[in-house]
């Protein structure tokens, strides 16, 4: 019998369902920062109704979910927990990123009729309030405040060409090419434009995941294409020119 007795608290610890453990917190390590390292911008390509549907009952997930009308935050997930909007993805060598990301689905029906929907200013406030307070939460670097199709440019275009990048870069949150510099370099490109290989270096060296092998398939079209919606939004067809060329290397080369 007191056999029994002493095994009943050490059987009840290891199923997890005893008392917590006695836990000293006097010491503290400085060494440390927060789970979160990425933002993950979306847009949902469908109206309130649904996208709150798909994002609260599956198999999709996302932090938030901001509506356009009226302007709402909502939280469908605990920043502390993993949501499941990025998929398969990857952003300057770094993969999984649901596992360290926060991701903010906007309400924004995407391609419609031929049309990018807009952005409303209202919305877009809502989203630029949420943005800056999770930065600040989480110290999130501004190489790592991205779009879906950033980190996943073969299969996503979200959160398109309509999104205000620029209204990010304003507020300090990303970084933006100086247009001076890029008026400058894009007249030497004009004269002579760079191989499909210094295009793709780029790309990488920004944080793309593209071919190297210097051809100008479809992948690394897929690329340029993302990176256009994002910083050349009037012309996003995939085609490497002078006016890209500077972009990207004044980003990369400041
Ligand atoms: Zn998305």
Same mark, same amino acid.
């Given at each position: ?5 002493? @095994? ?6 290891? %199923? ?10 006097? +010491?503290?390590? %400085?060494?440390?920062?927060s ?8 847009? *949902?390509?469908? #109206?309130? @109704? ?5 994002? *609260?009952? $599956?198999?999709?997930?996302?932090? +938030?979910?901001?509506?356009? #009308?009226?302007? *709402?935050? =909502? ?8 949501? =499941?909007?990025?998929?398969v ?26 049309a990018?929907?807009? +952005?409303?200013?209202?919305?877009? #406030?809502?989203?630029? !309030? ?5 930065? %600040? ?14 980190? !996943? ?9 309509m ?6 870069? #304003? ?7 100086? !247009? ?7 007249? $030497? ?8 290989a ?8 920004? $944080?793309? %995941? ?20 994002? =910083? ?6 995939? *085609? ?15």
């Open positions: 019998m007191r056999a029994s007795f002493a @095994a009943v608290p050490v059987l009840l610890f290891l %199923a997890g369902c005893a008392a917590s453990p006695r836990i000293d917190t006097s +010491y503290t390590s %400085a060494n440390q920062d789970r979160v390292q990425f933002l993950v911008l979306h847009f *949902t390509s469908s #109206d309130f @109704a649904s996208s709150l549907k798909i994002l *609260t009952e $599956g198999p999709v997930s996302s932090h +938030y979910l901001v509506r356009d #009308d009226p302007p *709402t935050i =909502y939280r469908l997930v605990d920043e502390g927990r993993r949501a =499941y909007h990025a998929g993805s990857s952003w300057k060598g770094n993969t999984q990123l649901n596992a360290a990301s926060i991701g903010i689905e906007i309400v924004n029906e995407g391609l419609q009729g031929g990018w929907q807009p +952005y409303p200013k209202p919305q877009m #406030d809502a989203v630029l !309030a949420l943005v800056q307070s999770i930065v %600040a939460r989480h110290e999130i670097r501004p190489d790592r405040i991205v779009g879906h199709s950033d980190i !996943a440019p073969q299969r996503k275009v979200d959160p398109g060409p999104f205000p990048w620029k209204r990010l870069a #304003d507020e300090g949150l990303i970084a933006w090419p100086d !247009a001076q510099a890029v008026a400058q370099r894009r007249a $030497g490109f004009e004269q002579s434009l760079p191989d499909i210094w295009f793709q270096r780029r790309l990488a060296q920004h $944080g793309f %995941a593209v071919p190297l092998g210097g051809e100008l398939d479809a992948e690394t079209r897929n690329v340029l294409v993302a990176f256009q919606m994002k =910083y050349r939004p009037a012309r996003f067809d995939g *085609t490497p020119d002078a006016e890209t060329a500077a972009l990207l290397d004044v980003l990369v080369s400041p």
